[in-house]
Nanobody, 126 residues
Framework: QVQLEESGGGLVQAGGSLRLSCAAS????????MGWFRQAPGKERVLVAANNLSGTNTYYADSVKGRFTISVDRAENTVYLGMNSLRPEDKALYYC???????????????????WGQGTQVTVSS
């Protein structure tokens, strides 16, 4: 059984930066897929970044490409989402999620993720 603990959200001005953390407790394998989703009020939850815990595969949504960076600290069993040049449209509740079956090709499908963090709010003021 894996539990995910998120931290790092907050309020920042447009153009600012934040780093979200997602610490996994319990056993993990390098083929596990970690996704970062976000959900804005009245909108669907969407995948913004993902990687496998080995770091060999990485994905970014077009909306965050070049601004967000996903990284892994295997020693700490933690995945980070670095967010730079934040925009008001990045405001959302951010969730990390873990797929323990290594289904990289299905990473966009939120239903494959069995484990979810509690969510952390990111607010960007203009």
């Amino acid at each position: 059984q894996v539990q995910l603990e998120e931290s790092g959200g907050g309020l920042v001005q447009a153009g600012g930066s934040l780093r979200l953390s997602c610490a996994a407790s319990g056993p993990t394998n390098s083929n596990y897929v970690m996704g970062w989703f976000r959900q804005a009020p009245g909108k669907e939850r969407v995948l913004v970044a993902a990687n496998n815990l080995s770091g060999t595969n990485t994905y970014y949504a077009d909306s965050v490409k070049g601004r967000f960076t996903i990284s892994v600290d295997r020693a700490e069993n933690t995945v980070y989402l670095g967010m730079n040049s934040l925009r008001p449209e990045d405001k959302a509740l951010y969730y990390c999620a873990l797929d323990d079956r290594g289904r990289w090709s299905q990473r966009y499908d939120s239903s494959i993720y069995w484990y979810w963090g509690q969510g952390t709010q990111v607010t960007v003021s203009s």
